[in-house]
């Protein structure tokens, strides 16, 4: 898992117009630099979202629940294409279809690892049959559950650090899809403080 650290990742600006490149690891360095990112959402056909929790070797939040899956578009590489690849890594599953429902900035940091979460992420659903195969990879993921996202929303306010940080905002883009263009995108100037650094789904 940790080779990935090496890999290429696009820079961009607050509209998402690539600026550049880094390595996933030089992204996530403090203060950070935004860049682009994706987060799977994966829906049953009961409506409930499938959730995982984060290996204990993740360098960035372990052990949170999170959404399916996240990761990083190489410089050029389709959303699709990077997303598909990903829940191949970590689930197992897919090749699925995806929409994208929203988009939006967020800033977290790493109590545990020191490490930055700064990143553009686009938000990706898909609806998938109730007997989805998935043979998770024990290096990306220690556990999973179904669960309904209005009950997840619920919780994330009553227990936020026992969730990824960006998983408040990707549960409001999947329970509120953008229409047209993508959502507004608010992120801190400068180092933001502490105690923003933990608010679920950022800003």
């Keep these: 898992m940790t080779s990935r650290e090496g890999h290429l990742v696009e820079l961009v600006d607050d509209t998402g117009r690539v600026l550049g490149q880094t390595t996933v690891a030089a992204a996530h360095q403090s203060p ?6 994706f987060s799977v959402v994966l829906v049953d056909p009961a409506g409930r979202v499938l959730l995982q929790q984060r290996a204990a070797v993740k360098t960035r939040f372990p052990l949170r629940w999170a959404n399916a899956c996240c990761g990083h578009p190489a410089p050029g590489e389709s959303l699709v294409e990077a997303a598909n690849r990903r829940l191949g890594e970590e689930l197992g599953a897919g090749p699925v279809t995806l929409t994208e429902v929203g988009v ?3 800033y977290a940091e790493d109590p ?3 490490r930055v979460e700064f990143e553009y992420d686009h938000v990706l659903r898909a609806d998938v049959p109730a007997d989805l195969h998935i043979a998770p990879d024990p290096d990306e993921v220690a556990d999973l559950r179904w669960v309904d996202p209005i009950q997840l929303q619920a919780d994330l306010d009553v227990d936020p650090r026992a969730y990824a940080p960006w998983l408040g905002g990707v549960v409001s883009r999947l329970l509120h899809p953008a229409t047209g263009a993508a959502d507004a995108v608010a992120f801190p100037s400068g180092v ?3 105690e923003a650094s933990e608010r679920p789904g950022g800003r």
């Design 112 to 114: 545990a690892t020191g």
């Design 32 to 37: 950070g630099r935004l860049h682009r990112a």
């Design 192 to 194: 933001p403080t502490d």
């Design 104 to 106: 939006y900035a967020y």
